[in-house]
């Protein structure tokens, strides 16, 4: 088996890898994330944002300080209300939405079992828009673009709508699954005046390799060009 951590883009400055489901961000019982891909690349590299254990898809790394210091510029930097880099997750449901595109605001507290949930108010609020598509009966997948980047933040917000991510049973998915169906596959920033755009589809989980989750792809296959 393969245990080399997939490389989705790279530049003198920072290398996008794509994490797989499952795999610690940092080191808990085993090397983490970071951890393997020093390891695979024999170099030190430095973390500027994060994904969840349990979801898969792209996270830079720099290469340097200095590219660590503008990442961290650039996700904390807001132009009119919107991140410096855009984001941007695939997730799917078996649990109808209450609507079926839209915002989702609201505050975050924690719950029980190292879970959040969302409030009606929204004094610092997690912020995230999406869209959805129905892949086949009983199954909907979701484009998510989260405007903060609070834990968990899109977890909560799917399962706020109702519609929990299929194999998330700490936000109340019922499915036993092969995975967690949340997926970071889409990244665009600007990085010295030049645009970097890059796409990566999941790999992993049987509910993604479906005929009618591929027909997806034409219509989100340019995510950063949709009405946000």
Do not use: C
Request: proline content about 5%; glycine content about 6%.
């Amino acid at each position: 088996m393969n245990n080399l951590l997939d490389i989705i883009f790279e530049h003198p400055d920072f290398i996008i890898f794509e994490k797989p489901p499952g795999l610690s961000f940092h080191s808990e019982d085993g090397p983490g994330f970071v951890v393997k891909a020093e390891q695979q690349l024999q170099t030190k590299l430095f973390s500027v944002h994060r994904l969840d254990k349990v979801t898969s898809g792209l996270i830079i790394l720099a290469k340097n300080k200095s590219a660590a210091a503008k990442f961290t510029q650039l996700f904390t930097e807001n132009s009119q209300n919107e991140k410096q880099i855009e984001k941007f997750y695939i997730a799917l449901s078996d649990q109808k939405p209450k609507k079926k595109q839209g915002w989702i605001k609201g505050d975050m507290v924690k719950a029980r079992r190292g879970a959040f949930k969302l409030l009606n108010t929204k004094e610092n609020p997690a912020i995230t828009r999406f869209y959805s598509r129905s892949v086949i009966p009983g199954i909907r997948a979701f484009l998510l673009k989260p405007y903060t980047g609070k834990t968990h933040q899109l977890r909560v917000a799917l399962k706020s709508l109702g519609s929990p991510i299929i194999g998330d049973s700490l936000y109340a998915s019922q499915n036993k699954s092969d995975r967690v169906y949340l997926h970071a596959f889409a990244l665009k920033f600007n990085w010295f005046d030049e645009v970097i755009q890059v796409i990566n589809w999941p790999k992993q989980g049987d509910s993604y390799q479906i005929s009618e989750f591929e027909a997806l792809k034409s219509q989100w296959s340019e995510p950063w060009n949709l009405d946000w």
